[in-house]
């Protein structure tokens, strides 16, 4: 088999985590402040997170947590992304590897992170088996299987097409899958669980309209 990432890092998301984010919407307010949001971080036992993704949060379970604002904390409107891996892809056009020494760089600072692991090289299926794991975590915690299963696409993000699955709460979309790195320097790939308002995008579309559901899937996941 082909390898298709350089480098894999990853910390197995569990229903707790994925508790914890699908709480943070209806979590009591806490405003745009950073003393207020400083302290519930603490309160929480979570610390901020600039050098891996800029501007974001490292959760008591360990992933790095995004947000469109300051506090993440009971934003009914926020678009939240619960990052649990972190991969390289090999570029097709990068074959002397002129990006590999910072890129690994890069993941080395993800894989060192507490709980978490990595992979050098990996495939397609490495980032699958990852996937499947974190689906069985958020299945384990709403009870229910994803609603849609559909093949990520190049116009999404860079790297090996993976899956993306979903989910629906009365008012939230679960995303879950790869998604294009918004850190500092966004060569590097995510594997994330995101939820944000149902209201992002139109109604999710049939499940035989791929071209549809990677609109939908974007509208809701890109920042």
Same mark, same amino acid.
């Not at 992933?63 to 090999?90: E, K, M, N």
């Not at 994330?192 to 549809?212: I, K, N, V």
């Given at each position: 088999?082909?390898?298709? %990432?350089? #480098?894999? =890092?990853?910390?197995?998301?569990?229903?707790? #985590?994925? #508790?914890?984010?699908? /709480?943070?919407?209806?979590?009591?307010?806490?405003?745009?402040? %950073?003393?207020?949001?400083?302290?519930?971080?603490?309160?929480?036992?979570? !610390?901020?997170?600039?050098?891996?993704? *800029?501007? &974001?949060?490292?959760?008591? *379970?360990?992933?790095?947590? *995004?947000?469109?604002?300051? !506090?993440?904390?009971?934003?009914?409107? #926020?678009?939240?992304?619960?990052?649990?891996?972190?991969?390289?892809?090999? +570029?097709?056009?990068?074959e002397n590897m002129t990006n590999g020494p910072?890129?690994? &760089?890069?993941?080395?600072?993800?894989?060192?992170?507490?709980?978490?692991?990595?992979?050098?090289?990996?495939? +397609?299926?490495? *980032?699958?088996? %990852?996937?499947?794991?974190?689906?069985? =975590?958020?299945?384990?915690?709403?009870?229910?299987?994803?609603?849609?299963?559909?093949? &990520?696409?190049? /116009?999404?993000?860079?790297?090996?097409?993976?899956?993306?699955?979903?989910?629906?709460?009365?008012?939230? /979309?679960?995303?879950?899958?790869? =998604?294009?790195?918004?850190?500092?320097?966004?060569?590097?790939?995510?594997?994330?669980? !995101?939820?944000?308002?149902?209201?992002?995008?139109?109604?999710?579309?049939?499940?035989?309209?791929?071209?549809?559901?990677?609109?939908?899937?974007?509208?809701?996941? +890109?920042?």
């Amino acid at each position: 088999m082909p390898i298709s %990432v350089h #480098a894999l =890092a990853h910390r197995p998301l569990t229903t707790a #985590a994925v #508790a914890e984010l699908v /709480a943070l919407p209806t979590t009591p307010y806490v405003p745009e402040d %950073v003393d207020a949001v400083d302290a519930e971080v603490r309160q929480r036992g979570w !610390s901020w997170e600039h050098e891996l993704v *800029c501007d &974001s949060f490292r959760t008591g *379970c360990g992933h790095v947590l *995004c947000t469109d604002g300051i !506090s993440p904390f009971g934003r009914s409107d #926020a678009r939240y992304s619960l990052v649990f891996g972190q991969l390289y892809p090999v +570029d097709p056009d990068d074959e002397n590897m002129t990006n590999g020494p910072w890129l690994y &760089s890069l993941m080395d600072d993800w894989q060192q992170q507490p709980g978490w692991s990595g992979r050098r090289p990996g495939t +397609d299926q490495d *980032c699958e088996r %990852v996937l499947a794991q974190a689906a069985q =975590a958020v299945t384990g915690h709403l009870g229910t299987a994803p609603e849609r299963t559909v093949p &990520s696409s190049e /116009a999404m993000v860079a790297g090996p097409l993976l899956t993306h699955r979903i989910w629906r709460t009365p008012t939230h /979309a679960l995303i879950l899958g790869p =998604a294009a790195d918004n850190g500092p320097y966004g060569y590097l790939s995510h594997l994330q669980l !995101s939820c944000t308002p149902l209201t992002c995008g139109p109604d999710l579309p049939p499940a035989d309209d791929e071209d549809s559901l990677t609109r939908w899937i974007t509208s809701h996941v +890109d920042w």
